[in-house]
């Protein structure tokens, strides 16, 4: 895969506009993802269990049971369009060193991208049939594959599709990696060029359209002008253009995208949000936007934008920064900046969230941590090695020996 980065790369950029340079670091992520889930497999596959019976009240010792870990079948993968290649492969890698066979779904937007990623394990020997990839419209073939009776555990990555396939789902293990509304709450002893800089590489790279994006920033009101002078002075910075130039902000995906972004910019403008610089758009390019004094009654509060426009909120307690975040239907990640490890860990016990990041942007990388979301951010833990486990059901056998009154002699 790392030896074919250029061409996937080049695909990404052309596909779904994202920055050339970034494009590359997505293939070469995706081939040392392949790399460490061979050798974490190995180990985590050559574990067993053996229990014995009389552990357990009104047992003698006359069974004992051995687990080992084995295969599900056919796993049906689906990334989204922001990772075609990176969440492919963090499904496919597990679920082949698993022992599983698997159905690629990419998305319609990155398929491209997904195909020539896939040559790359035909080309590394992988036997035909092992890695079926099928393109299409979701909307169109997605049913089929989903509620296919052959299928025997989907791991799926995307928005509320996810939630409207585990309804439909038959009884299969699920792993669902859904939206976020990433908070940022910045405490009034931050340091805060640190969250400025952060607030910058976590709202806008990629144009915002990542699920760890930070979503929201909620700061303190004494800390909330200095704050907000520092993050506005790093928008200006902020390149915008094409994919191919590398620049910060890039086209997002599509035309229905940039109108539901531009929804959700109007409805604050219209409410009393503050414009930090002046909203600009030309076809699907929407240059970055930060927007202060939101309010709760604003959409922008609530709903990922996915794109490169992020909402301050002024808050006058830790506590009502928290109740923010917690009222979410949301809660894939979340990020604190504090220079008191105390605070910090308060706040992180009670962010409900899958992850907290302390004094820094949320991410889902390195790949081998275990990554999250609750309520409607998903179901069950990703990350290497929680991944390979998820996609393996346990396999007891049990040896039953006579009763204590039976003799050698
Ligand atoms: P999406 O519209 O939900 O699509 C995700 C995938 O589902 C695509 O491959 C799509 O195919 C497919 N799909 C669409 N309808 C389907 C159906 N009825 N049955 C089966 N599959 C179907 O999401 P997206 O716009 O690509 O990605 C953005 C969303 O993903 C955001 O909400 C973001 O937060 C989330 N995300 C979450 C994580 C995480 O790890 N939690 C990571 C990245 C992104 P088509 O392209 O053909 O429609």
Redesign the pocket.
């Known amino acids: 895969m790392k030896e074919h980065k250029a061409p996937i790369a080049e695909c990404l950029v052309k596909e779904i506009a994202k920055p050339a340079k970034d494009s590359v670091s997505e293939v070469v992520r995706s081939g040392d993802l392949v790399s460490y889930c061979a050798e974490e497999g190995v180990r985590i596959l050559g574990e067993g269990k053996f229990l014995v019976s009389d552990s357990f009240p009104g047992n003698d010792r006359t069974k004992y049971c051995l687990t080992s870990k084995i295969p599900l079948g056919v796993v049906l993968a689906?990334?989204?369009?922001?990772?075609?290649v990176n969440?492919a492969v963090s499904k496919i890698a597990p679920a082949l060193i698993a022992g599983n066979s698997l159905v690629l779904?990419?998305?319609?937007?990155?398929?491209v991208a997904a195909l020539h990623m896939v040559h790359c394990f035909h080309l590394a020997g992988f036997p035909k049939g092992l890695i079926g990839c099928v393109?299409?419209?979701?909307?169109?073939?997605?049913?089929f594959?989903?509620m296919h009776p052959g299928v025997n555990c989907i791991s799926?990555?995307?928005?509320?599709?996810?939630i409207?396939?585990s309804r439909k789902a038959g009884m299969i293990p699920l792993q669902?990696?859904?939206?976020?509304k990433d908070a940022c709450i910045i405490l009034e002893d931050a340091d805060l060029d640190l969250a400025a800089a952060n607030i910058i590489k976590g709202g806008f790279s990629y144009s915002g359209?990542?699920?760890?994006?930070v979503k929201v920033v909620l700061v303190m009101e004494s800390v909330a002008d200095t704050l907000v002078e520092k993050v506005k002075a790093k928008v200006a910075k902020l390149t915008v253009g094409s994919p191919e130039d590398n620049c910060d902000i890039t086209p997002v995906?599509t035309e229905s995208?940039a109108n539901f972004i531009e929804g959700l910019v109007m409805d604050a403008k219209q409410k009393g949000a503050t414009f930090c610089q002046e909203y600009k758009r030309e076809g699907n390019l929407i240059w970055p936007l930060l927007l202060d004094n939101v309010r709760p009654d604003m959409r922008i509060a609530w709903e990922?934008p996915?794109g490169p426009v992020l909402p301050v909120i002024r808050i006058s307690s830790v506590e009502e920064g928290i109740h923010h975040c917690n009222a979410s239907n949301f809660g894939?990640q979340g990020c604190v900046f504090t220079r008191d490890i105390n605070k910090s860990i308060l706040v992180s016990d009670a962010m409900e969230t899958g992850t907290v990041q302390i004094n820094s942007a949320p991410a889902?990388g390195p790949d081998h941590f275990p990554?999250q979301?609750l309520k409607d951010?998903?179901i069950g833990s990703?990350g290497i090695t929680n991944s390979i486990n998820m996609m393996t059901k346990i396999k007891s056998t049990v040896i039953n020996l006579p009763t204590p009154s039976y003799t050698m002699g």
């Open positions: 689906i990334p989204p369009f922001n990772y075609p969440l779904k990419p998305p319609t937007q990155g398929a393109t299409g419209k979701g909307s169109e073939i997605g049913d594959l989903t799926f990555t995307g928005g509320d599709t996810g409207a396939i669902m990696e859904l939206g976020g359209q990542r699920c760890t994006a995906v995208s990922e996915f894939l889902r990554f979301g951010s998903g990703q």
